[in-house]
């Protein structure tokens, strides 16, 4: 009888559940930071890092996939961004259809994705593998399509909150052409939304293994895999700097979600 | 014939009071409304009835039966929510049988009562709809079935029309009344709109800030609110505080202009303050002659209300509001003119808080 | 002049509306050629033999018992993360959601949620290692809780009373879960690391279903006289229903595919379809590329199923909603 009193008292299930949670996100990356700092025996050190920071192929991976994701960030903007604010403009009947496509890299594995792909790619008429050069177009056109479902999502949420249609057509009748409506009011109107798939985007390049694997390019991925087979201690190091990454790309968005949110707020109140 | 009786019932939230000392008894049959401001507490005595809040203090009675520590789903008490709260993955039909199922009927008599309800509502075209394919107005019916449906010894409504726009509030109201009268139910209807309570109720409690400030039959209420809060809340009074100066010829004055009231001020002294109302309807401009409750003021502003003018004006330095009705003939004053108006004697209320 | 042809323009595409799609073709194009040309590939590799015949002798790879083997045991971590991650997900989801977790818990749990879906791939397989390997922290510190049968007297009579010779269990550690045969490269170590990301996932995708969830709906149940449990099954689980049809097809999707965490895991040593495959991209195992083909094509059947299934339960499951 006390349960149906009061659902929203704390329970002693929730707590469980609740610290079980915890444990389960917490322990791993407890775990691993520990064990990152024991390189030395018996004393807690940075060691492990050190070694990192100070191999060549780390720095040449890192710089590499920055390079990968800023340019998958921009291509992926490039289509989506123009490509979606048409379709609410002039083809709203096309969505059903957008979603699926676009939801469509997460449901095939992306193992099935890349393979299919070298496989086209790799041989004529469409070959791409004969120098380096083409194959980081692969390498990007991938990572687009990987990145799909984050970036369509972002950009769809961010249009459907602003009134594409009235804003353009009050940017019109003040005399504006298609590319001015697009830069001067649509995309500042969306820089949050873009920025969030694009972080999402970020944190997934630097994350890939499977293309960069299989095209044999010098990504952060396969650079972990690598060191993850012969050594011990820096593979966990190296699992705390992506995480920090990740954490880090995550935290900034949140960082502008928030502050633009507050800053409606200010307009609203004052 | 005693049906629901309340008795001191409090409750808290943490620190803040929420209802303080509510005694109340509702007969068989009876139609009592709840009114008063957002935050004054309606809901969460309802839910103390329905059994969704434990009081802190004090008892429900039902029946003779102590309800307090019954839980919510063995009170057999009908609820009606403001939100309507139709099951969405049940048909019209599933979600007015849904209480019969739980109480282990058959199959026919579930059936048959879902029809007896649907008819009584006059929505036995909705069978089979789901409430996504309903107006707001046909789901608070479905959703009055489903509460009675199972034959509730009360029925409690939160507000079930505050969703619904003018027109459907409107009939659904008759509809109510008409249904409650049919079935003879015990019901508790809470509403912040004093038009509802005054047309729908046998009796209405006025509550504020947790408390009881008045029950009375809507007559009584209307005409003869006993605290100032009452005289605001039901109709738009106009009130005034003035100070006693003849308690046996019943004047008193309030900015220097002296007022005379027909019902006296007996039991005050001369000197005390007292709590004066004036009905907007009971004000006139001066047309004859006249001596007594004559008043100078200066027109404010003047709002059209469909059959009614609302004319706010300024006697002495406090603010009053004047109701006429809308005739082609009326001669409507300029804002901010000077002119006369006048009240009864009779028109003037003492109040007792 | 561009005045002009901007009119017509206008008066073209009012003409024939389905001008308005020439808009999309950037995107389109994009898509036949690096979605659409691929998933041909595929699909065209799996039923033509080398000289470009049509066949269907490419199917006989799943006569092979490795990868038969390699089907199962992806299904097997497929589903099992998908309900293990989904249900623990969904408690706790419920528990920050409805069950009146405190504040600062919340928060810390959507945050995290948020975090550990993105944590996937190697750096996961790595946290894993060093964390609950051989030599992992909490390992060492699971191993540690041990004690001697020897020193529990009572127990150990008892014990040697039922026939069990006690000399043989000197030092136990119930807490370590390798004395259980699990590994980390095997089937349990697997669904372990999975669950890491599944879970929150659950978490994510269920959690605006579960504030979806009215108050009134319970409070109108108990009216009528429902009990929670009968509340449960009549309305909230129908009403969450798509939303966990949903969230479960995600979460065996994910595991389907992953890739990352059981390469780097086990190096590669433990038979899952994607592995394999990804063994046949590098250099044909299988001796014939279109085996390779067919393989690929397996899996993309196997998803292919999975959403009809999906979409066939959905459909029941969202009868009462609007389209
Ligand atoms: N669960 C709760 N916890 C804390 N305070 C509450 C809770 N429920 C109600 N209150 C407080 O109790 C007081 C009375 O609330 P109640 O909902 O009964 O008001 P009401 O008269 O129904 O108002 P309204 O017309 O807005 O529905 C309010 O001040 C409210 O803030
Ligand atoms: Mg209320």
Same mark, same amino acid.
């Given at each position: 009888m006390d349960e149906i009193m009061s659902r929203k008292r704390t329970s002693f299930f929730t707590i469980f559940w609740g610290i079980l949670a915890l444990l389960y996100f917490f322990l791993p990356i407890y775990g691993t930071l520990d064990f990152s700092l024991r390189m030395e025996r018996g004393i807690l050190g940075f060691k492990a890092y050190k070694i990192i920071f100070a191999d060549p192929r780390f720095w040449e991976g890192f710089r590499y996939s920055v390079t990968m994701a800023v340019i998958t960030i921009i291509v992926s903007a490039a289509i989506f961004v123009p490509t979606i604010y048409w379709m609410y403009l002039k083809v709203p009947q096309a969505r059903p259809i957008m979603e699926i496509i676009t939801i469509l890299p997460f449901v095939i594995p992306g193992i099935i994705l890349v393979f299919g792909l070298i496989r086209t790619f $790799?041989? +004529? +008429? %469409?070959? =791409? #593998? #004969?120098?380096t050069f083409k194959t980081d177009i692969l390498m990007i056109a991938g990572y687009v399509i990987i990145s799909m479902p984050y970036m369509f999502r972002a950009v769809d949420v961010g249009m459907r909150s602003i009134d594409v249609r009235t804003l353009t057509e009050a940017a019109q009748s003040l005399g504006s052409n298609w590319f001015h409506v697009l830069a001067d009011v649509i995309i500042p109107n969306l820089r949050l939304a873009i920025l969030g798939g694009s972080l999402i985007c970020f944190a997934t390049v630097m994350g890939e293994l499977i293309l960069a694997d299989f095209l044999v390019r010098p990504a952060l991925g396969p650079y972990m895999v690598r060191l993850g087979l012969t050594k011990a201690y820096e593979p966990a190091a190296l699992a705390i700097i992506s995480y920090s990454l990740t954490w880090f790309s995550l935290g900034l968005l949140q960082f502008f979600s928030s502050r633009s949110e507050r800053q409606k707020q200010q307009v609203i109140t004052t | 014939m005693t049906h629901l009786e309340l008795t001191h019932i409090h409750k808290s939230f943490g620190a803040s009071v929420a209802v303080e000392d509510f005694n109340l008894t509702v007969k068989q049959g009876e139609f009592v409304s709840f009114l008063g401001p957002s935050g004054c507490g309606k809901t969460t005595t309802l839910r103390m009835v329905a059994g969704f809040e434990l009081p802190t203090s004090g008892n429900v009675t039902l029946n003779g039966k102590d309800l307090t520590y019954v839980p919510p789903n063995k009170r057999n008490v009908g609820m009606v929510f403001q939100s309507y709260a139709l099951f969405p993955n049940m048909t019209v039909a599933q979600n007015v049988g849904y209480g019969l199922k739980i109480a282990g009927k058959s199959k026919n008599e579930i059936e048959e009562r879902v029809r007896e309800m649907l008819s009584l509502i006059q929505m036995d075209k909705f069978y089979s709809r789901y409430p996504y394919q309903l107006s707001g107005g046909q789901q608070q019916r479905v959703a009055l079935a489903r509460a009675l449906a199972i034959q509730p010894e009360l029925l409690l409504l939160d507000? +079930? =029309? $505050?969703? =619904?726009d003018a027109k459907i509030r409107f009939e659904l109201r008759q509809e109510i009344r008409r249904i409650q009268q049919k079935l003879g139910i015990t019901t508790i209807y809470v509403t912040h709109d004093q038009e509802e309570a005054l047309s729908l109720s046998d009796r209405i409690v006025v509550m504020s800030q947790g408390k009881i400030e008045q029950v009375g039959n809507p007559f009584e209420i209307y005409n003869f609110p006993q605290t100032r809060f009452v005289a605001k809340f039901v109709g738009s009074l106009n009130t005034v505080t003035a100070t006693v100066v003849d308690p046996a010829k019943g004047i008193a004055s309030f900015d220097g202009i002296n007022l005379e009231i027909a019902q006296g001020l007996n039991g005050k002294n001369k000197g005390e303050e007292v709590t004066i109302a004036i009905r907007p309807e009971r004000f006139n401009f001066l047309a004859e002659q006249r001596k007594e409750n004559v008043f100078d003021c200066t027109i404010e502003n003047i709002t059209f209300l469909g059959s009614v003018v609302r004319v706010q004006m300024k006697i002495g330095n406090s603010i009053f509001n004047m109701d006429t009705f809308n005739r082609p003939s009326l001669k409507l004053p300029n804002i901010g003119g000077k002119e006369q108006v006048t009240c009864s004697n009779k028109a003037v209320l003492v109040l007792a808080g | 002049m561009s005045q002009m042809f901007a009119t017509r323009q206008r008066k073209l595409w009012r003409e024939y509306p389905l001008w308005n799609w020439v808009g999309l073709f950037p995107f389109f194009i994009f898509i036949v050629f690096f979605l659409v040309f691929p998933s041909l590939r595929l699909f065209t590799g799996a039923f033509t033999n080398q000289e470009g015949g049509l066949t269907l002798d490419n199917l006989k790879v799943f006569e092979n018992p490795n990868v038969l083997k390699a089907y199962i045991m992806s299904l097997q971590v497929s589903a099992i993360t998908a309900f293990v991650g989904g249900f623990f997900g969904f408690l706790v989801a419920y528990s920050i959601t409805q069950g009146g977790a405190p504040r600062w818990m919340r928060n810390v749990i959507s945050t995290f949620s948020g975090l550990a879906a993105n944590f996937g791939g190697v750096p996961l397989a790595f946290s894993f290692i060093a964390t609950i390997g051989q030599t992992g922290i909490i390992t060492a510190m699971l191993k540690k809780a041990c004690f001697n049968l020897e020193n529990y007297g009572a127990l150990a009579q008892f014990l040697a009373s039922g !026939?069990? &010779? @006690? $000399?043989?269990? #000197? &030092? @136990?550690?119930? %807490?370590?879960? /390798?004395? /259980? !045969?699990?590994? =980390? /490269?095997?089937l349990s170590g697997l669904v372990l690391a999975y669950t890491y990301f599944q879970f929150p996932l659950m978490i994510l995708t269920i959690t605006p279903a579960l504030e979806g969830l009215k108050k009134e709906w319970y409070e109108a149940s108990t009216n009528l006289g429902a009990t929670p449990a009968k509340y449960w099954r009549d309305v909230a689980l129908p009403v969450l229903m798509p939303s966990i049809l949903g969230a479960s097809l995600l979460l065996f999707g994910n595991a389907f595919g992953a890739y990352a965490t059981a390469r780097a895991l086990t190096g590669g040593s433990i038979p899952l379809v994607s592995i394999y495959i990804g063994q046949q991209i590098r250099g044909d195992v299988l001796g014939n590329p279109n085996e390779g083909y067919a393989l690929a094509f397996g899996m993309v059947a196997i998803m292919t199923l999975t959403i009809v299934a999906y979409s066939l339960l959905q459909r029941r499951a969202t009868r009462w909603m609007k389209s």
């Amino acid at each position: 009888m006390d349960e149906i009193m009061s659902r929203k008292r704390t329970s002693f299930f929730t707590i469980f559940w609740g610290i079980l949670a915890l444990l389960y996100f917490f322990l791993p990356i407890y775990g691993t930071l520990d064990f990152s700092l024991r390189m030395e025996r018996g004393i807690l050190g940075f060691k492990a890092y050190k070694i990192i920071f100070a191999d060549p192929r780390f720095w040449e991976g890192f710089r590499y996939s920055v390079t990968m994701a800023v340019i998958t960030i921009i291509v992926s903007a490039a289509i989506f961004v123009p490509t979606i604010y048409w379709m609410y403009l002039k083809v709203p009947q096309a969505r059903p259809i957008m979603e699926i496509i676009t939801i469509l890299p997460f449901v095939i594995p992306g193992i099935i994705l890349v393979f299919g792909l070298i496989r086209t790619f $790799s041989r +004529p +008429p %469409l070959q =791409l #593998t #004969t120098s380096t050069f083409k194959t980081d177009i692969l390498m990007i056109a991938g990572y687009v399509i990987i990145s799909m479902p984050y970036m369509f999502r972002a950009v769809d949420v961010g249009m459907r909150s602003i009134d594409v249609r009235t804003l353009t057509e009050a940017a019109q009748s003040l005399g504006s052409n298609w590319f001015h409506v697009l830069a001067d009011v649509i995309i500042p109107n969306l820089r949050l939304a873009i920025l969030g798939g694009s972080l999402i985007c970020f944190a997934t390049v630097m994350g890939e293994l499977i293309l960069a694997d299989f095209l044999v390019r010098p990504a952060l991925g396969p650079y972990m895999v690598r060191l993850g087979l012969t050594k011990a201690y820096e593979p966990a190091a190296l699992a705390i700097i992506s995480y920090s990454l990740t954490w880090f790309s995550l935290g900034l968005l949140q960082f502008f979600s928030s502050r633009s949110e507050r800053q409606k707020q200010q307009v609203i109140t004052t | 014939m005693t049906h629901l009786e309340l008795t001191h019932i409090h409750k808290s939230f943490g620190a803040s009071v929420a209802v303080e000392d509510f005694n109340l008894t509702v007969k068989q049959g009876e139609f009592v409304s709840f009114l008063g401001p957002s935050g004054c507490g309606k809901t969460t005595t309802l839910r103390m009835v329905a059994g969704f809040e434990l009081p802190t203090s004090g008892n429900v009675t039902l029946n003779g039966k102590d309800l307090t520590y019954v839980p919510p789903n063995k009170r057999n008490v009908g609820m009606v929510f403001q939100s309507y709260a139709l099951f969405p993955n049940m048909t019209v039909a599933q979600n007015v049988g849904y209480g019969l199922k739980i109480a282990g009927k058959s199959k026919n008599e579930i059936e048959e009562r879902v029809r007896e309800m649907l008819s009584l509502i006059q929505m036995d075209k909705f069978y089979s709809r789901y409430p996504y394919q309903l107006s707001g107005g046909q789901q608070q019916r479905v959703a009055l079935a489903r509460a009675l449906a199972i034959q509730p010894e009360l029925l409690l409504l939160d507000e +079930p =029309l $505050s969703a =619904l726009d003018a027109k459907i509030r409107f009939e659904l109201r008759q509809e109510i009344r008409r249904i409650q009268q049919k079935l003879g139910i015990t019901t508790i209807y809470v509403t912040h709109d004093q038009e509802e309570a005054l047309s729908l109720s046998d009796r209405i409690v006025v509550m504020s800030q947790g408390k009881i400030e008045q029950v009375g039959n809507p007559f009584e209420i209307y005409n003869f609110p006993q605290t100032r809060f009452v005289a605001k809340f039901v109709g738009s009074l106009n009130t005034v505080t003035a100070t006693v100066v003849d308690p046996a010829k019943g004047i008193a004055s309030f900015d220097g202009i002296n007022l005379e009231i027909a019902q006296g001020l007996n039991g005050k002294n001369k000197g005390e303050e007292v709590t004066i109302a004036i009905r907007p309807e009971r004000f006139n401009f001066l047309a004859e002659q006249r001596k007594e409750n004559v008043f100078d003021c200066t027109i404010e502003n003047i709002t059209f209300l469909g059959s009614v003018v609302r004319v706010q004006m300024k006697i002495g330095n406090s603010i009053f509001n004047m109701d006429t009705f809308n005739r082609p003939s009326l001669k409507l004053p300029n804002i901010g003119g000077k002119e006369q108006v006048t009240c009864s004697n009779k028109a003037v209320l003492v109040l007792a808080g | 002049m561009s005045q002009m042809f901007a009119t017509r323009q206008r008066k073209l595409w009012r003409e024939y509306p389905l001008w308005n799609w020439v808009g999309l073709f950037p995107f389109f194009i994009f898509i036949v050629f690096f979605l659409v040309f691929p998933s041909l590939r595929l699909f065209t590799g799996a039923f033509t033999n080398q000289e470009g015949g049509l066949t269907l002798d490419n199917l006989k790879v799943f006569e092979n018992p490795n990868v038969l083997k390699a089907y199962i045991m992806s299904l097997q971590v497929s589903a099992i993360t998908a309900f293990v991650g989904g249900f623990f997900g969904f408690l706790v989801a419920y528990s920050i959601t409805q069950g009146g977790a405190p504040r600062w818990m919340r928060n810390v749990i959507s945050t995290f949620s948020g975090l550990a879906a993105n944590f996937g791939g190697v750096p996961l397989a790595f946290s894993f290692i060093a964390t609950i390997g051989q030599t992992g922290i909490i390992t060492a510190m699971l191993k540690k809780a041990c004690f001697n049968l020897e020193n529990y007297g009572a127990l150990a009579q008892f014990l040697a009373s039922g !026939g069990v &010779n @006690v $000399s043989d269990i #000197t &030092n @136990v550690c119930p %807490l370590n879960p /390798y004395t /259980y !045969g699990f590994s =980390l /490269y095997s089937l349990s170590g697997l669904v372990l690391a999975y669950t890491y990301f599944q879970f929150p996932l659950m978490i994510l995708t269920i959690t605006p279903a579960l504030e979806g969830l009215k108050k009134e709906w319970y409070e109108a149940s108990t009216n009528l006289g429902a009990t929670p449990a009968k509340y449960w099954r009549d309305v909230a689980l129908p009403v969450l229903m798509p939303s966990i049809l949903g969230a479960s097809l995600l979460l065996f999707g994910n595991a389907f595919g992953a890739y990352a965490t059981a390469r780097a895991l086990t190096g590669g040593s433990i038979p899952l379809v994607s592995i394999y495959i990804g063994q046949q991209i590098r250099g044909d195992v299988l001796g014939n590329p279109n085996e390779g083909y067919a393989l690929a094509f397996g899996m993309v059947a196997i998803m292919t199923l999975t959403i009809v299934a999906y979409s066939l339960l959905q459909r029941r499951a969202t009868r009462w909603m609007k389209s």
